[in-house]
């Protein structure tokens, strides 16, 4: 079983492959049912459009949301295709770790001109081995 650290590198360099062949400016479904691909090709196992269901006070919602893609059931990754990421993608994100207690996620916006400015990793209470300044959503000591 491969770590997530090198899960979320190899969804990463795919994920540049990708866009420097693809160029910017499709729609998200492209990116992802590539991405898909080239991750299943690779050996990982990969769920796209992954349904979650959530209980709220005693209700119960089947299907709430979807997971974009979910690699070796550990990793989610949000595929975005927008001229550049705000703050709404990451805390959806993250509102999709909490409550699918998954401990990382890539949001990943292939829109950009590049994507080095498109690209976050998040965690959920996981303590990763990559540099700090990857992890959005890291608190400083």
């Known amino acids: 079983m491969k770590s997530i650290d090198q899960i979320s590198g ?3 360099d795919l994920s540049i492959h990708i866009h420097r062949e693809l160029g910017p400016g499709l729609l998200e479904s492209v990116y992802e049912t590539v991405l898909a691909a080239k991750l299943a090709a690779s050996g990982y196992m990969v769920e796209r459009q992954r349904a979650v269901d959530i209980v ?5 919602f089947p299907a709430a949301f979807r997971i974009d893609l979910l690699v070796d059931e550990r990793v989610l990754v949000e595929v975005k295709s927008v001229e550049r990421l705000n703050a709404a993608h990451a805390k959806q994100l993250l509102t999709y770790l909490r409550l699918t207690k998954q401990p990382l996620g890539l949001l990943i916006n292939f829109g950009g001109a590049t994507l080095k400015e498109g690209f976050k990793r ?10 700090q ?5 890291q608190i400083s000591s």
């Open 10 to 12: 190899d969804v990463l």
């Open 56 to 60: 709220f006070e005693d209700l119960h």
């Open 133 to 137: 300044r990857l992890c959005a959503n």
């Open 122 to 131: 998040l965690v959920n209470d996981y303590h990763p081995s990559a540099s």
